[in-house]
Protein backbone atom coordinates (compact mmCIF):
# COMPACT_ATOMS: atom_id res chain seq x y z
CA UNK A 1 0.00 0.00 0.00
CA UNK A 2 1.24 3.02 -0.99
CA UNK A 3 1.72 6.53 0.94
CA UNK A 4 -1.35 8.98 0.99
CA UNK A 5 -0.18 12.34 -0.09
CA UNK A 6 -3.55 13.79 -0.31
CA UNK A 7 -6.36 12.87 1.98
CA UNK A 8 -9.68 15.09 1.65
CA UNK A 9 -12.95 14.55 3.82
CA UNK A 10 -15.81 16.23 3.29
CA UNK A 11 -14.82 19.39 2.24
CA UNK A 12 -17.05 22.16 1.01
CA UNK A 13 -16.72 25.66 0.10
CA UNK A 14 -19.30 28.62 -0.66
CA UNK A 15 -18.82 31.89 -2.78
CA UNK A 16 -21.83 33.96 -0.54
CA UNK A 17 -24.93 31.95 -1.82
CA UNK A 18 -22.87 29.46 -4.33
CA UNK A 19 -21.94 26.41 -3.27
CA UNK A 20 -19.28 25.24 -5.09
CA UNK A 21 -17.65 21.96 -3.35
CA UNK A 22 -20.43 19.88 -1.53
CA UNK A 23 -18.22 17.65 0.37
CA UNK A 24 -15.77 16.48 -2.05
CA UNK A 25 -13.77 13.09 -0.41
CA UNK A 26 -10.74 11.24 -1.84
CA UNK A 27 -7.44 10.14 -1.68
CA UNK A 28 -4.55 10.59 -3.79
CA UNK A 29 -0.88 8.01 -3.34
CA UNK A 30 1.86 8.90 -4.07
CA UNK A 31 3.85 8.96 -7.02
CA UNK A 32 2.16 8.65 -10.72
CA UNK A 33 0.08 11.55 -12.15
CA UNK A 34 -3.96 12.06 -10.55
CA UNK A 35 -5.74 13.72 -13.24
CA UNK A 36 -8.74 15.98 -12.12
CA UNK A 37 -11.87 15.95 -15.03
CA UNK A 38 -14.44 18.65 -14.73
CA UNK A 39 -16.25 20.78 -16.80
CA UNK A 40 -15.75 24.60 -15.95
CA UNK A 41 -16.63 25.99 -13.12
CA UNK A 42 -17.12 22.42 -11.59
CA UNK A 43 -14.70 23.80 -8.93
CA UNK A 44 -11.58 22.43 -9.68
CA UNK A 45 -9.67 25.74 -9.49
CA UNK A 46 -11.48 26.05 -6.27
CA UNK A 47 -10.10 22.59 -4.72
CA UNK A 48 -6.85 23.30 -6.17
CA UNK A 49 -6.57 26.67 -4.10
CA UNK A 50 -7.41 24.53 -1.03
CA UNK A 51 -5.11 21.74 -1.43
CA UNK A 52 -2.42 24.99 -2.12
CA UNK A 53 -2.75 26.69 1.08
CA UNK A 54 -4.73 29.94 -0.45
CA UNK A 55 -8.30 29.06 0.48
CA UNK A 56 -9.46 27.01 3.73
CA UNK A 57 -12.56 24.86 3.28
CA UNK A 58 -15.81 25.65 4.92
CA UNK A 59 -16.17 22.27 6.19
CA UNK A 60 -14.45 19.08 6.04
CA UNK A 61 -10.44 17.88 6.44
CA UNK A 62 -7.61 18.48 4.00
CA UNK A 63 -4.17 16.82 4.10
CA UNK A 64 -1.13 17.19 2.51
CA UNK A 65 1.99 14.93 3.05
CA UNK A 66 0.18 14.17 6.35
CA UNK A 67 -0.81 17.73 7.34
CA UNK A 68 -3.56 19.57 7.85
CA UNK A 69 -3.72 22.74 5.59
CA UNK A 70 -5.59 24.55 8.51
CA UNK A 71 -3.49 23.59 10.98
CA UNK A 72 -0.07 23.15 9.25
CA UNK A 73 0.29 25.48 6.00
CA UNK A 74 3.97 26.20 6.16
CA UNK A 75 4.96 22.51 6.51
CA UNK A 76 2.63 22.16 3.35
CA UNK A 77 4.02 25.36 1.36
CA UNK A 78 7.50 23.39 1.89
CA UNK A 79 6.64 20.21 -0.42
CA UNK A 80 4.25 21.46 -2.96
CA UNK A 81 4.20 24.13 -6.05
CA UNK A 82 1.82 25.52 -7.76
CA UNK A 83 1.57 26.29 -11.65
CA UNK A 84 -2.12 28.14 -12.00
CA UNK A 85 -4.11 28.62 -14.92
CA UNK A 86 -2.15 31.75 -16.61
CA UNK A 87 1.75 31.57 -16.09
CA UNK A 88 2.38 33.19 -13.21
CA UNK A 89 5.94 34.87 -14.27
CA UNK A 90 7.59 38.27 -13.89
CA UNK A 91 7.13 39.54 -17.88
CA UNK A 92 10.07 42.44 -17.05
CA UNK A 93 12.55 39.67 -15.66
CA UNK A 94 14.56 37.26 -17.99
CA UNK A 95 13.59 33.78 -17.77
CA UNK A 96 16.65 32.85 -15.74
CA UNK A 97 15.93 36.04 -13.03
CA UNK A 98 12.09 34.60 -12.84
CA UNK A 99 13.62 31.00 -11.66
CA UNK A 100 16.53 32.43 -9.40
CA UNK A 101 13.90 34.61 -7.88
CA UNK A 102 12.22 31.73 -7.09
CA UNK A 103 15.00 29.57 -5.71
CA UNK A 104 16.23 32.49 -3.41
CA UNK A 105 12.57 32.41 -1.75
CA UNK A 106 12.76 28.58 -1.67
CA UNK A 107 15.94 29.73 0.54
CA UNK A 108 17.90 27.37 -1.20
CA UNK A 109 21.80 28.37 -1.97
CA UNK A 110 23.27 28.32 -5.36
CA UNK A 111 20.41 29.61 -6.83
CA UNK A 112 22.54 30.30 -10.36
CA UNK A 113 23.47 26.51 -10.35
CA UNK A 114 20.07 26.13 -9.63
CA UNK A 115 18.85 28.09 -12.31
CA UNK A 116 21.35 27.02 -14.56
CA UNK A 117 19.91 23.53 -14.14
CA UNK A 118 16.80 24.23 -14.60
CA UNK A 119 17.44 26.11 -17.99
CA UNK A 120 19.65 23.24 -19.67
CA UNK A 121 16.51 20.46 -18.59
CA UNK A 122 14.12 22.59 -20.57
CA UNK A 123 16.28 23.57 -23.41
CA UNK A 124 16.08 27.31 -23.02
CA UNK A 125 19.46 28.22 -23.08
CA UNK A 126 19.26 30.42 -26.03
CA UNK A 127 16.40 32.58 -24.55
CA UNK A 128 16.97 32.36 -20.80
CA UNK A 129 18.49 35.95 -20.40
CA UNK A 130 15.72 37.95 -22.61
CA UNK A 131 12.70 39.54 -20.47
CA UNK A 132 9.57 36.71 -20.40
CA UNK A 133 7.74 39.47 -21.76
CA UNK A 134 8.71 38.66 -24.98
CA UNK A 135 8.50 35.05 -24.89
CA UNK A 136 5.91 32.81 -26.82
CA UNK A 137 2.96 31.24 -25.05
CA UNK A 138 4.57 28.02 -25.46
CA UNK A 139 8.04 29.01 -23.56
CA UNK A 140 5.94 30.95 -21.10
CA UNK A 141 4.39 28.28 -19.84
CA UNK A 142 7.64 26.22 -19.79
CA UNK A 143 9.09 29.23 -17.39
CA UNK A 144 6.32 28.46 -15.74
CA UNK A 145 6.08 24.91 -15.07
CA UNK A 146 10.40 25.46 -14.48
CA UNK A 147 9.81 28.03 -11.90
CA UNK A 148 7.77 25.05 -10.24
CA UNK A 149 10.35 22.51 -10.12
CA UNK A 150 12.71 24.82 -8.44
CA UNK A 151 13.51 22.79 -5.11
CA UNK A 152 12.12 19.54 -6.36
CA UNK A 153 8.80 19.43 -4.88
CA UNK A 154 7.05 16.46 -4.04
CA UNK A 155 3.71 17.50 -5.17
CA UNK A 156 2.92 19.65 -8.28
CA UNK A 157 -0.15 21.05 -9.04
CA UNK A 158 -0.60 22.26 -12.56
CA UNK A 159 -4.07 23.61 -13.21
CA UNK A 160 -5.39 23.51 -16.52
CA UNK A 161 -1.17 23.22 -18.14
CA UNK A 162 -1.95 23.13 -21.76
CA UNK A 163 -5.35 25.53 -22.05
CA UNK A 164 -4.13 28.22 -24.26
CA UNK A 165 -1.46 26.61 -25.74
CA UNK A 166 -1.13 25.52 -29.58
CA UNK A 167 -0.50 21.65 -30.28
CA UNK A 168 3.18 21.76 -30.13
CA UNK A 169 3.17 23.18 -26.96
CA UNK A 170 0.66 20.94 -25.90
CA UNK A 171 2.78 17.72 -26.82
CA UNK A 172 5.99 20.08 -24.98
CA UNK A 173 3.84 19.93 -21.47
CA UNK A 174 2.71 16.74 -22.23
CA UNK A 175 6.42 15.24 -22.36
CA UNK A 176 7.71 17.46 -19.32
CA UNK A 177 4.82 15.67 -17.12
CA UNK A 178 5.37 12.48 -18.42
CA UNK A 179 9.34 13.00 -17.01
CA UNK A 180 8.16 14.44 -13.69
CA UNK A 181 5.91 11.38 -12.65
CA UNK A 182 8.98 8.92 -13.95
CA UNK A 183 11.32 11.19 -11.44
CA UNK A 184 8.87 9.98 -8.77
CA UNK A 185 7.06 13.36 -8.03
CA UNK A 186 3.75 13.36 -7.68
CA UNK A 187 1.47 15.21 -10.21
CA UNK A 188 -1.94 16.65 -9.64
CA UNK A 189 -3.50 18.03 -12.55
CA UNK A 190 -6.91 19.42 -13.84
CA UNK A 191 -7.93 19.63 -17.59
CA UNK A 192 -11.33 19.87 -19.45
CA UNK A 193 -9.61 17.85 -22.10
CA UNK A 194 -10.31 13.63 -21.74
CA UNK A 195 -7.40 12.95 -24.11
CA UNK A 196 -5.24 15.14 -21.81
CA UNK A 197 -6.42 12.48 -18.85
CA UNK A 198 -5.85 9.14 -21.01
CA UNK A 199 -2.95 10.29 -21.88
CA UNK A 200 -0.90 11.26 -18.80
CA UNK A 201 -3.17 10.08 -15.68
CA UNK A 202 -2.76 7.31 -13.83
CA UNK A 203 -5.57 8.11 -11.86
CA UNK A 204 -8.89 10.09 -12.67
CA UNK A 205 -11.00 11.97 -10.28
CA UNK A 206 -14.19 12.99 -11.96
CA UNK A 207 -15.44 16.68 -10.07
CA UNK A 208 -19.28 17.30 -10.97
CA UNK A 209 -21.95 18.66 -9.48
CA UNK A 210 -19.85 19.37 -6.27
CA UNK A 211 -18.78 16.09 -5.57
CA UNK A 212 -16.26 13.57 -6.72
CA UNK A 213 -18.33 11.41 -8.29
CA UNK A 214 -16.16 8.60 -10.20
CA UNK A 215 -12.32 7.91 -9.49
CA UNK A 216 -10.75 5.68 -11.21
CA UNK A 217 -7.66 4.20 -13.38
CA UNK A 218 -8.58 4.40 -16.98
CA UNK A 219 -9.07 1.00 -17.31
CA UNK A 220 -11.16 0.77 -14.23
CA UNK A 221 -13.55 3.85 -15.76
CA UNK A 222 -13.65 1.94 -19.06
CA UNK A 223 -15.27 -0.72 -17.39
CA UNK A 224 -18.20 1.40 -16.04
CA UNK A 225 -19.37 1.34 -19.41
CA UNK A 226 -20.28 -1.87 -21.87
CA UNK A 227 -18.16 -3.94 -23.03
CA UNK A 228 -17.12 -2.47 -26.53
CA UNK A 229 -18.22 -3.49 -29.87
CA UNK A 230 -16.16 -3.86 -32.55
CA UNK A 231 -16.79 -1.69 -35.55
CA UNK A 232 -14.81 -0.90 -38.50
CA UNK A 233 -13.99 2.63 -39.19
CA UNK A 234 -12.19 4.50 -42.49
CA UNK A 235 -9.34 6.03 -40.22
CA UNK A 236 -9.02 9.77 -41.09
CA UNK A 237 -6.34 11.42 -40.24
CA UNK A 238 -7.26 14.32 -37.38
CA UNK A 239 -6.85 17.79 -38.39
CA UNK A 240 -3.96 17.88 -35.56
CA UNK A 241 -2.43 15.34 -36.90
CA UNK A 242 -2.22 17.37 -40.33
CA UNK A 243 -1.07 20.17 -38.39
CA UNK A 244 1.44 18.65 -36.81
CA UNK A 245 2.80 16.91 -40.07
CA UNK A 246 2.95 19.89 -42.63
CA UNK A 247 4.72 22.15 -40.01
CA UNK A 248 7.73 19.67 -39.05
CA UNK A 249 8.07 18.81 -42.84
CA UNK A 250 8.60 22.76 -42.94
CA UNK A 251 11.05 23.17 -39.96
CA UNK A 252 13.34 19.84 -41.55
CA UNK A 253 13.47 21.96 -44.83
CA UNK B 1 5.02 30.64 10.90
CA UNK B 2 7.97 30.47 13.07
CA UNK B 3 10.47 29.52 9.69
CA UNK B 4 8.57 32.10 7.74
CA UNK B 5 9.25 35.19 9.76
CA UNK B 6 13.09 33.40 10.31
CA UNK B 7 13.60 34.39 6.58
CA UNK B 8 11.63 37.81 6.57
CA UNK B 9 14.52 40.10 5.36
CA UNK B 10 16.19 37.70 2.91
CA UNK B 11 12.01 37.53 1.24
CA UNK B 12 12.27 41.20 1.56
CA UNK B 13 15.38 41.51 0.02
CA UNK B 14 14.48 39.50 -2.90
CA UNK B 15 11.39 41.32 -3.15
CA UNK B 16 12.94 44.47 -3.18
CA UNK B 17 15.27 43.60 -5.67
CA UNK B 18 12.48 42.41 -8.19
CA UNK B 19 10.59 45.43 -8.05
CA UNK B 20 13.84 48.00 -8.03
CA UNK B 21 14.38 46.07 -11.74
CA UNK B 22 11.06 47.20 -12.32
CA UNK B 23 11.94 50.58 -12.22
CA UNK B 24 15.53 50.44 -13.55
CA UNK B 25 14.25 48.38 -16.67
CA UNK B 26 11.44 51.28 -16.96
CA UNK B 27 13.17 54.41 -16.20
CA UNK B 28 10.37 56.28 -18.13
CA UNK B 29 8.42 55.41 -15.04
CA UNK B 30 10.72 58.11 -12.90
CA UNK B 31 10.25 60.42 -15.59
CA UNK B 32 6.67 60.59 -16.39
CA UNK B 33 6.40 60.91 -12.67
CA UNK B 34 8.47 64.17 -12.67
CA UNK B 35 7.23 65.69 -15.66
CA UNK B 36 3.53 66.86 -14.34
CA UNK B 37 5.57 68.72 -11.39
CA UNK B 38 8.05 70.06 -13.83
CA UNK B 39 5.74 71.43 -16.10
CA UNK B 40 3.74 72.92 -13.09
CA UNK B 41 6.93 74.36 -11.62
CA UNK B 42 7.17 76.05 -14.99
CA UNK B 43 3.80 77.57 -15.44
CA UNK B 44 3.66 78.98 -12.02
CA UNK B 45 6.80 80.04 -12.19
CA UNK B 46 7.22 81.70 -15.81
CA UNK B 47 3.40 82.69 -16.01
CA UNK B 48 1.36 83.00 -12.91
CA UNK B 49 4.54 83.76 -10.38
CA UNK B 50 4.53 87.12 -11.88
CA UNK B 51 1.28 88.36 -10.44
CA UNK B 52 1.16 86.44 -7.49
CA UNK B 53 1.86 87.97 -4.50
CA UNK B 54 3.72 85.95 -1.66
CA UNK B 55 5.87 88.36 0.36
CA UNK B 56 8.60 85.43 -0.61
CA UNK B 57 11.59 87.42 -2.97
CA UNK B 58 11.67 84.11 -5.05
CA UNK B 59 8.06 82.62 -6.31
CA UNK B 60 10.18 79.47 -6.91
CA UNK B 61 11.70 79.23 -3.50
CA UNK B 62 7.90 79.64 -1.97
CA UNK B 63 6.36 76.49 -4.43
CA UNK B 64 8.99 73.87 -4.17
CA UNK B 65 8.10 72.49 -1.31
CA UNK B 66 4.11 71.97 -2.99
CA UNK B 67 5.93 70.85 -6.17
CA UNK B 68 8.01 68.20 -4.14
CA UNK B 69 4.56 66.98 -2.80
CA UNK B 70 2.95 66.83 -6.68
CA UNK B 71 5.79 64.30 -7.43
CA UNK B 72 5.21 62.08 -4.69
CA UNK B 73 1.34 62.39 -5.42
CA UNK B 74 1.90 60.98 -8.66
CA UNK B 75 4.52 58.67 -8.27
CA UNK B 76 2.27 56.37 -5.59
CA UNK B 77 -0.01 55.88 -8.55
CA UNK B 78 2.72 53.39 -10.31
CA UNK B 79 2.56 51.34 -6.62
CA UNK B 80 -1.38 50.65 -7.05
CA UNK B 81 -0.65 49.74 -10.66
CA UNK B 82 2.37 47.53 -9.47
CA UNK B 83 0.82 45.64 -7.04
CA UNK B 84 -2.53 45.26 -9.01
CA UNK B 85 -0.70 43.72 -12.00
CA UNK B 86 1.14 41.26 -9.89
CA UNK B 87 -2.04 40.47 -8.22
CA UNK B 88 -4.15 40.10 -11.73
CA UNK B 89 -1.15 38.04 -13.09
CA UNK B 90 -0.96 35.46 -10.35
CA UNK B 91 2.37 35.73 -9.09
CA UNK B 92 0.89 36.71 -5.99
CA UNK B 93 -0.56 33.67 -5.53
CA UNK B 94 2.28 31.69 -6.62
CA UNK B 95 4.87 33.85 -3.83
CA UNK B 96 1.50 32.86 -1.47
CA UNK B 97 1.90 28.83 -1.94
CA UNK B 98 5.74 28.89 -0.89
CA UNK B 99 7.29 28.93 2.13
CA UNK B 100 8.11 32.59 2.64
CA UNK B 101 7.00 35.35 4.81
CA UNK B 102 4.20 37.02 3.14
CA UNK B 103 3.79 40.15 4.25
CA UNK B 104 7.16 40.68 2.35
CA UNK B 105 5.47 40.97 -0.76
CA UNK B 106 3.58 44.25 0.08
CA UNK B 107 6.77 45.19 1.58
CA UNK B 108 8.75 45.41 -1.28
CA UNK B 109 6.27 47.16 -3.46
CA UNK B 110 6.54 50.03 -0.49
CA UNK B 111 10.28 49.65 -0.13
CA UNK B 112 10.63 50.75 -3.75
CA UNK B 113 8.48 53.19 -3.70
CA UNK B 114 10.11 55.33 -0.86
CA UNK B 115 13.11 54.79 -3.58
CA UNK B 116 11.93 55.90 -6.75
CA UNK B 117 10.33 58.70 -5.25
CA UNK B 118 13.08 59.72 -3.60
CA UNK B 119 15.13 59.28 -7.15
CA UNK B 120 11.91 61.59 -8.93
CA UNK B 121 12.11 64.31 -6.09
CA UNK B 122 15.86 64.44 -6.54
CA UNK B 123 15.09 65.00 -10.51
CA UNK B 124 12.84 67.58 -9.44
CA UNK B 125 15.52 69.48 -7.23
CA UNK B 126 17.74 69.46 -9.97
CA UNK B 127 15.68 71.47 -12.24
CA UNK B 128 14.33 73.54 -10.07
CA UNK B 129 18.44 74.40 -9.17
CA UNK B 130 18.17 75.05 -12.80
CA UNK B 131 15.44 77.25 -12.96
CA UNK B 132 16.48 78.96 -9.99
CA UNK B 133 16.00 77.77 -6.44
CA UNK B 134 18.33 78.71 -3.85
CA UNK B 135 18.46 77.66 -0.37
CA UNK B 136 20.18 78.74 2.55
CA UNK B 137 19.52 75.37 4.18
CA UNK B 138 22.31 72.95 6.34
CA UNK B 139 22.49 69.71 6.19
CA UNK B 140 20.60 69.00 9.10
CA UNK B 141 17.59 71.23 7.65
CA UNK B 142 17.77 69.25 4.35
CA UNK B 143 17.87 65.63 6.33
CA UNK B 144 14.38 66.92 8.08
CA UNK B 145 13.28 67.46 4.61
CA UNK B 146 14.03 64.37 3.24
CA UNK B 147 12.39 62.72 6.54
CA UNK B 148 8.91 64.37 6.27
CA UNK B 149 9.20 63.61 2.61
CA UNK B 150 9.79 59.77 3.22
CA UNK B 151 7.04 59.62 6.32
CA UNK B 152 4.86 61.24 3.65
CA UNK B 153 6.05 58.79 0.95
CA UNK B 154 5.41 56.26 3.15
CA UNK B 155 2.01 57.22 3.93
CA UNK B 156 0.61 57.98 0.49
CA UNK B 157 2.28 54.25 -0.16
CA UNK B 158 0.16 52.29 2.12
CA UNK B 159 -2.89 54.21 0.80
CA UNK B 160 -1.38 53.53 -2.53
CA UNK B 161 -1.40 49.39 -1.50
CA UNK B 162 -5.07 49.81 -0.56
CA UNK B 163 -6.09 50.80 -3.86
CA UNK B 164 -4.29 48.43 -5.96
CA UNK B 165 -5.85 45.54 -3.67
CA UNK B 166 -9.36 46.89 -3.69
CA UNK B 167 -8.91 47.69 -8.02
CA UNK B 168 -10.54 45.40 -10.25
CA UNK B 169 -8.96 47.43 -13.49
CA UNK B 170 -5.82 49.13 -13.97
CA UNK B 171 -7.01 52.66 -14.59
CA UNK B 172 -8.84 52.21 -11.26
CA UNK B 173 -5.72 51.13 -9.52
CA UNK B 174 -4.10 54.39 -10.37
CA UNK B 175 -6.98 56.73 -10.69
CA UNK B 176 -7.33 57.43 -6.79
CA UNK B 177 -3.77 59.38 -7.16
CA UNK B 178 -5.55 62.36 -8.77
CA UNK B 179 -7.35 64.10 -6.35
CA UNK B 180 -3.87 63.47 -4.16
CA UNK B 181 -1.89 65.07 -6.80
CA UNK B 182 -4.44 67.96 -6.82
CA UNK B 183 -4.27 67.84 -3.18
CA UNK B 184 -1.13 70.58 -3.12
CA UNK B 185 -3.51 73.33 -5.18
CA UNK B 186 -6.53 73.97 -2.25
CA UNK B 187 -3.00 74.29 0.33
CA UNK B 188 -0.83 77.10 0.83
CA UNK B 189 1.89 74.98 -1.82
CA UNK B 190 1.21 78.05 -4.35
CA UNK B 191 -0.30 81.08 -3.00
CA UNK B 192 -1.00 82.07 0.50
CA UNK B 193 -4.74 81.00 1.69
CA UNK B 194 -5.94 84.14 3.66
CA UNK B 195 -6.94 85.57 -0.15
CA UNK B 196 -9.48 82.04 -0.25
CA UNK B 197 -12.91 82.26 0.73
CA UNK B 198 -14.15 81.00 3.72
CA UNK B 199 -14.87 77.03 3.69
CA UNK B 200 -12.20 77.35 1.20
CA UNK B 201 -9.42 78.45 3.82
CA UNK B 202 -10.59 76.69 6.80
CA UNK B 203 -10.07 73.37 4.57
CA UNK B 204 -6.86 74.53 2.85
CA UNK B 205 -5.65 75.17 6.25
CA UNK B 206 -6.60 71.74 8.42
CA UNK B 207 -5.21 69.44 5.28
CA UNK B 208 -2.05 67.34 6.04
CA UNK B 209 0.00 69.45 2.79
CA UNK B 210 -0.46 72.62 4.12
CA UNK B 211 1.64 72.01 7.67
CA UNK B 212 3.90 69.92 5.77
CA UNK B 213 4.83 72.56 3.06
CA UNK B 214 4.72 75.21 5.92
CA UNK B 215 7.61 73.09 7.92
CA UNK B 216 10.01 72.72 4.69
CA UNK B 217 9.23 76.09 3.43
CA UNK B 218 10.83 77.30 6.74
CA UNK B 219 13.69 74.32 6.84
CA UNK B 220 14.45 75.87 3.41
CA UNK B 221 14.55 79.31 4.05
CA UNK B 222 16.13 78.81 7.61
CA UNK B 223 13.18 80.26 9.58
CA UNK B 224 11.73 77.99 12.96
CA UNK B 225 9.47 75.56 11.99
CA UNK B 226 7.17 76.08 14.82
CA UNK B 227 4.13 73.70 15.30
CA UNK B 228 3.38 73.23 11.52
CA UNK B 229 6.62 70.18 11.90
CA UNK B 230 4.76 68.27 14.94
CA UNK B 231 0.95 68.92 12.81
CA UNK B 232 2.62 67.65 9.73
CA UNK B 233 4.17 64.50 11.75
CA UNK B 234 1.39 63.53 13.82
CA UNK B 235 -0.84 63.88 9.91
CA UNK B 236 2.11 61.34 8.17
CA UNK B 237 1.93 58.45 11.20
CA UNK B 238 -1.65 59.41 11.85
CA UNK B 239 -2.40 58.02 7.67
CA UNK B 240 0.19 55.37 8.28
CA UNK B 241 -1.24 53.51 11.17
CA UNK B 242 -5.06 53.68 9.65
CA UNK B 243 -3.85 52.81 5.46
CA UNK B 244 -0.98 49.87 6.76
CA UNK B 245 -3.95 48.43 9.13
CA UNK B 246 -6.75 48.26 6.61
CA UNK B 247 -4.31 47.38 3.91
CA UNK B 248 -2.59 44.34 5.69
CA UNK B 249 -6.57 43.47 6.31
CA UNK B 250 -7.49 43.46 2.87
CA UNK B 251 -4.03 41.77 2.03
CA UNK B 252 -4.79 38.64 4.23
CA UNK B 253 -8.30 37.97 2.93
CA UNK B 254 -6.42 37.82 -0.73
Same mark, same amino acid.
Given at each position: ?????????????????????????F????????????????????L?????T??T?????????????????????E????TG??????????????????AK??????????A??????????????????????G?K?????????????K????D?????????????????????S?????V?L??????????????I????G??????D???????L????????V??Q??L?????A???????? | ???????????????????????????????T?????????VL??????????T???????????????????????Y??Y??????K????E????????????????????II??G?????????????????S?? *?? +?????????GL??? /? %?? &??? #? @?????????????A????????????S??V????MP??????????P?T????? *?? +?????????????? /? %?? &??? #? @????????????Y?K?
Open positions: MKNKIIEIKGATKAYKDLKVLKGVSDVEEGGVFALLGSNGAGKTTINIMTLLPDEGSVKINGFDIEKNPEAIRVISLQFAAIDGILTGRENIQMILRHLKQSGQVEALIRRFEMTEAADRRVGTYSGMRRIDIAMSLVGNPIIFLEPTTGLDPEGRLEVWKIIKELATGTTFTTQHLEEAEQLADKGILHGKIIALTLEGLKKFPPAKVEYEKPTEEIFLITRKKEEK | METANKYFLKDLGVMFGRSMRHIFRSMDTIIVSITPIAIMFVYVFGGAIEGAKNYIDYIIPGVMLMTIGSGIAVSRLFTDKSGIVRFHTMPIARSTVLWGHVLTSSNISVVVVILVALLMGFRTAG *IF +SWLEVFGILFTL /A %LT &WVA #V @IAGLAASTPDGAGFAYPIIFLPFISAFPTDTAVVRAFAENQVPIVEA *IR +SLFSNQPVGNDIWI /A %LI &WCV #V @IIVVSYSIAMRMKL
